[in-house]
């Protein structure tokens, strides 16, 4: 018995709420290690590699 667009459409929203939370979950991993590392300032980062690359 083929699957229902009614049923497909359902669980579209499912694995799109369970990606975002996976992503907010490693946001939080990377901005705590950054935290942790003391780098995070990126402006400051990036700003030498910028100034000195010609465009």
């Given at each position: 018995?083929?699957?229902?667009?009614?049923?497909?459409?359902?669980?579209?929203?499912?694995?799109?709420?369970i990606?975002?939370?996976?992503?907010?979950?490693?946001?939080?991993i990377?901005?705590?290690f950054?935290?942790?590392?003391?780098?995070?300032d990126?402006?400051?980062?990036?700003?030498?590699?910028?100034?000195?690359?010609p465009?």
């Amino acid at each position: 018995m083929p699957r229902s667009s009614a049923n497909r459409k359902s669980r579209t929203p499912i694995w799109v709420a369970i990606g975002a939370i996976f992503l907010i979950i490693l946001l939080i991993i990377w901005l705590t290690f950054a935290d942790l590392t003391g780098n995070t300032d990126v402006a400051a980062f990036l700003a030498p590699y910028i100034v000195n690359t010609p465009s």
